[in-house]
């Protein structure tokens, strides 16, 4: 099992849409939580962080749920600016820090 | 603020050839940077971790003596592919940890390499 997990892609949604990411970790010892997206032959960029308490940025909410091990980020009125491949990040603590990466979802929107 | 340049952003050379790539943080210090490489349509995947002032610490699989990390100031990390061979044709890209809470990481522009 991976220990970071994410939605199988791709997703096609039209411009409007909303849409949510699943991402599961496995490691108890995991301390923060990051989406992150990367466009085509770019490198990742942060989009936010998760906060236990949930957070929002614009049209952007994360959510993170320690019990379940469990993060998600929705899009809420999706752009084709969008479209980009999102990356569920965890940092687990073991001595220092080691960051493990998802898989990622491909996201495509669609006018 | 939490900026992090690579230079070159592409570079093309031919087999055999040593290809040295900077990583370096802008505005903040990093004790510890790390190098990424990805293959088209493949997940980022973790080479080595490169802390100042020591060696690096390569993952499994990765050779050392075929990338060569220095990590000799707390803005400057570099990584030499060395004798390089077309299979390094790759997308490579730093990151480094900027100083908070979270410690999220900050990627460079990546470089493009393509060995001939």
């Known amino acids: 099992r991976k220990e970071v997990e994410q939605d199988p892609g791709p997703f096609n949604v039209p411009e409007g849409a909303t849409v949510a990411f699943n991402c599961t970790y496995s490691n108890s010892a995991s301390q923060s939580f990051f989406w992150y997206r990367q466009d085509c032959r770019k490198e990742p960029k942060l989009l936010m962080s998760v906060y236990s308490s949930g957070n929002e940025d614009g049209r952007f909410t994360a959510q993170l749920n320690r019990a379940s091990q469990y993060i998600s980020l929705l899009i809420r009125d999706s752009k084709l600016s969008d479209s980009a491949t999102y990356l569920c990040?965890?940092?687990?603590?073991?001595?220092?820090?080691?960051?493990?990466f998802g898989a990622g979802t491909r996201l495509f929107v669609k006018a | 603020g939490a900026v992090v340049s690579q230079h070159p952003s592409w570079v093309i050379c031919k087999s055999g050839t040593s290809v040295k790539i900077e990583c370096r943080s802008l505005?903040?210090?990093?004790?510890?940077m790390f190098w990424y490489r990805q293959f088209p349509k493949q997940s980022l995947m973790l080479m080595a971790t490169?802390?100042?002032?020591?060696?690096?610490?390569?993952e499994q699989g990765v050779e050392k003596d075929k990338f060569l990390i220095n990590h000799a100031s707390l803005t400057l990390s570099t990584l030499t592919v060395t004798s390089a061979h077309p299979e390094d044709s790759s997308f490579y890209i730093c990151s480094a940890r900027a100083p908070g809470q979270g410690y999220e990481q900050y990627f460079g522009p990546g470089t493009r390499l393509t060995v001939t």
């Open positions: 490169s802390n100042e002032g020591s060696k690096a610490t390569y």
């Open positions: 505005d903040f210090q990093a004790t510890t």
């Open positions: 990040v965890v940092n687990v603590k073991t001595g220092g820090f080691k960051t493990i």
